[in-house]
């Protein structure tokens, strides 16, 4: 196989992998592959290739992905849930991390429940919110 039909091939396959990632993984080997495709168009040898490959998709890392990722970081919408974090609430259902089972009632909201140290604790029990996971509240009996 010729340098330039690999590198050309390379560069095809890292820029598909890029369009079935999420975030930008595989772009700045691309940037690399294209490079190392110039200078074995221009005949360079193979070691010329490697280096530019590497130099190239290490300077792309470098320096473009801080700025790139400014971009594409989701924006997080604040939310009220977070307001239950350190609220205090009633256990309506025994919570129970083995069995996968707990509720607890918190500022008038149902929250699938789990307890924080792993222990079970009854229905009727007063419990403080540590924190918050998915659709979760994690807490600690009062």
């Known amino acids: 196989m010729q340098p330039t039909t690999f590198w050309v091939l390379a560069a095809i396959a890292l820029a598909i992998g890029e369009g079935l990632t999420v975030g930008l993984t595989f772009i700045w080997f691309a940037v690399g592959a294209l490079g190392a495709l110039f200078i074995a168009f221009l ?22 992905r801080p700025v790139a990722g400014q971009f594409f970081q989701p924006k997080r919408s604040p939310t009220n849930a977070d307001r239950v974090i350190g609220k205090t609430g009633q ?43 998915g659709v979760k509240v994690f807490v600690e009996t009062v």
């Open 43 to 64: 005949g360079g040898p193979l070691w010329l290739q490697l280096v530019a490959f590497l130099l190239l998709s290490a300077v792309a890392l470098a320096l473009v």
């Open 91 to 133: 256990v309506i259902q025994e919570i129970n991390n083995a069995a996968g089972q707990g509720q607890a009632v918190v500022l008038g909201q149902t929250w699938s429940a789990r307890s924080q140290m792993d222990v079970v604790i009854p229905v009727g029990a007063s419990v403080k919110v540590l924190r918050i996971e």
